[in-house]
């Protein structure tokens, strides 16, 4: 698939230019922090190709700002026990070590789900769903209190130094197609099938994670009304969870599902960058419509530039992943 030549759809074109035009301010003593104005992965593992991209947004580009998002694609183990782990953050508007925030965010679930990796295939092979959404809500809000913990040992304001995050999990194996998404934070979580969009992302029940299971959320049934069948929780006895505690609760819910992929579907999971534009204007959705449901996942290079594809009134870094299965 050739890269598209499009800059923008909707109704105008941006403000800003579509290409980068200030960099950021470098400190001479941390050169090794510097945030390139992209980062671009991809690899194919089982039944499923992968394609991740993380990019300045039009208004951190105008006036010099480093990239808020941070992209962390890793795996862990061999063979049909490897597991892939692609992971997002986002640091918060306007605080002055949002880009850091970001990166540690990434930094600390991959090093947790890395030294956990074999018990989380062992689960996502099995089906062991309600160990999946406790065990990895565990990490996801030890790693986010760490986060904040660190800050305040640094002199950093903790409501500051935050990050949403966002995360999937793609097991090696190639008989096994579930996809486990996790997180906490603002983005989206959708799904194109059949050339249609849909709007997975797990819903949260009210007052956080507590109150009754909900489709992508706790215990679920086994098939939502758009025809996903769910990993469960088939009660095998497993020992007990290595997990460890958080140290304190999240400041956004955690969100979880766990989904069976049909061959044909693109699974993509974004940050707020692209998660807006694409519930709110149309024409996005059907370019990307249209550019993914061929029969042959983009290249690097196609998929970057659709990426890229901009939208007036929305400046925001773009972070996205997209799974297409075979």
Partial sequence: MPPSALDHVGSGPPTYDPEPTALPLADPEELAEQVADTALDGARYGGCTLRAVSL???SA???????????????????????????????ARAAPDAHRAAAEACRLIGRAVGRS????????????????????????????????ADAAERGLDPEEYVAGLRCLLLPADPDC???????????????????????????????????????????????????????????????????????????????????????????????????????GEPALCAYLARRWSGRTPPGLAAFLADAQVRVKGYADDRTAAAVWEA
């Fill in 177 to 279: 197609r579930t996809r486990v998404f996790f997180g906490a934070g603002a983005g989206g979580l959708f799904r194109l099938r059949g050339g249609e969009w849909q709007d997975i992302e797990p819903g949260v029940p009210a007052g956080g994670a507590g109150g009754d299971p909900v489709a992508g959320f706790g215990s679920a049934p086994a098939e939502t009304p758009e025809g996903d069948r769910l990993t469960m929780d088939f009660g095998i006895p497993v020992p007990p969870s290595p997990f460890e505690p958080a140290p304190e609760p999240p400041r956004d819910p955690f969100r979880f599902r766990a989904s069976i992929a049909r061959p044909g579907d693109v699974l993509v999971m974004a940050t707020g960058g692209l998660a807006e534009p694409l519930r």
């Fill in 117 to 148: 990796h074999g018990r989380l295939v062992e689960d996502i092979r099995a089906a062991r769903r309600g160990d999946l959404k406790s065990g990895l809500q565990r990490l996801t809000e030890r790693g986010l209190g760490r986060l904040r």
């Fill in 56 to 58: 300045r947004g039009d």
């Fill in 61 to 91: 580009r105008y006036r010099g700002e480093p990239r808020r998002d941070a992209l962390l694609t890793a795996r862990f183990g061999t063979g049909e026990m490897a597991l892939v782990l692609v992971a997002m953050a986002t640091g």
